[in-house]
């Protein structure tokens, strides 16, 4: 089954330029965890129970479907376009095609004689399958690391982002619905935060909010639950996390204050006589006038800021989390010029929430390993700490 004329152990390896659209990027990350999940699922199986041999060759041929939609999808739309700029240049890619399509069918009949097979004939059935599967998905890995150097290549150098991203709308504009809840279903637990959530607004931008919240309650039950707290209270969507989950409040508060610097949306999840310690020792009032002179202030020095809790207990009406803050510094910091480097740190925080809204807040942070991340050599001026 190996093709020779692709088969390859060495990546291509040319970086992908940071700013420009990669139109197989999240597609091919999908499609590699479904490969590789499923190998593993068909070196597992359990030969003498029906049932569970029937679920891996259903996982088998919703792989095998994807994989032949995707083949055409690229044949139909990518090709072309690469063919417009580099004549000639997606015959190899097309000839590997043509061996996958082979490749699957024969994959297909190997799955079908097992399914029909019993006893010791489906063991050695289901070895066989096992062994044309992973190097399909050899085969597979170095095509499309071949596609996202060699192919994009000439995609960026023939078309502008704009150009490029209005052929992905027009693939996805061609995809079958059932086809892309097996797209959100393997893509989406698979991409970085960042990639998911780019993916996301993307997504809240283009179609209506009823649209888009059915989206998210599918993409929802597929990521792990920190995921999905996190996408909700980024994105503002109450349908992967409940409005009377405390963890969650605390989260959508300190993204809209410490993350998107929205003292606004921030003043949503907080009580009218709000209380932020760290700040009232500055003397500033209590209630969302707070917020509207702080956040305005880690907006201006924070950029690229990320908040992720790592550890939680719940007690009663107080929250208690251990977090990890990220950010890069690109303003003035109670006097610290901006450095430009970026910065991690933990803290300690413990909320007291009344009515679903945060009434009270204390918090620790590492801001000396801060000020040693930034470069610079003293701490902060006497008058920022003194009361
Ligand atoms: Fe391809």
Redesign the pocket.
């Given at each position: 089954m190996t093709n020779p004329a692709t088969a390859s152990t060495t990546a291509t390896a040319i970086d992908t330029p940071a700013a420009r659209f990669d139109i197989y990027a999240q597609v091919h990350k999908g499609l590699r965890a479904c490969m590789a999940a499923t190998l593993v699922e068909v070196g597992r199986m359990d030969c003498g129970d029906d049932q569970a041999v029937k679920w891996v060759l259903d996982r088998l041929d919703q792989l095998l479907d994807w994989c032949v939609g995707?083949?055409q999808k690229?044949n139909q739309f990518v090709h072309p376009a690469i063919e417009a700029r580099d004549p000639a240049a997606s015959l190899r890619?097309a000839g590997?095609?043509a061996h996958?399509d082979a490749s699957i069918a024969q994959l297909r009949d190997d799955a079908d004689r097992l399914s029909r097979a019993g006893g010791a004939a489906r063991e050695s059935a289901a070895t066989r399958l096992y062994r044309q599967l992973a190097v399909f998905v050899a085969d597979n890995l170095a095509?499309?690391d071949t596609?996202e150097s060699v192919n994009n290549a000439i995609l960026w150098a023939g078309y502008t982002d704009a150009e490029l991203a209005e052929l992905h709308a027009a693939i996805v504009a061609a995809t079958s619905p059932s086809q892309l809840a097996v797209d959100v279903r393997w893509i989406t637990p698979h991409l970085s935060p960042s990639e998911l959530a780019a993916l996301m607004r993307g997504l809240q931008a283009s179609m209506p909010p009823e649209v888009f919240a059915g989206v998210a309650g599918m993409v929802g039950p597929h990521l792990p639950p920190q995921g999905r707290r996190w996408l909700a209270f980024e994105l503002g969507l109450p349908a992967l996390a409940p409005h009377d989950d405390p963890l969650a409040i605390v989260e959508r508060f300190i993204a809209a204050t410490f993350v998107r610097f929205d003292a606004g949306a921030a003043a949503q999840w907080v009580t009218p006589d709000f209380v932020a310690h760290p700040w009232a020792a500055y003397g500033l009032p209590p209630g969302p006038a707070a917020l509207e002179a702080v956040v305005p202030v880690f907006g201006n020095a924070f950029g690229e800021a990320s908040a992720e809790v790592i550890d939680h207990m719940i007690d009663g009406d107080r929250v208690a989390l251990r977090y990890v803050y990220a950010a890069r510094h690109v303003g003035d910091l109670f006097g610290i010029a901006a450095t430009g480097r970026r910065f991690r740190i933990e803290g300690i925080c413990i909320v007291r929430l009344a009515g679903g809204r945060v009434a009270e807040y204390w918090r620790e942070e590492d801001m000396l390993g801060l000020q040693r991340q930034l470069g610079v050599a003293t701490l902060l001026p006497a008058e920022a700490t003194a009361a």
């Open positions: 995707h083949l690229e890619m590997e095609h996958h095509h499309m596609e």
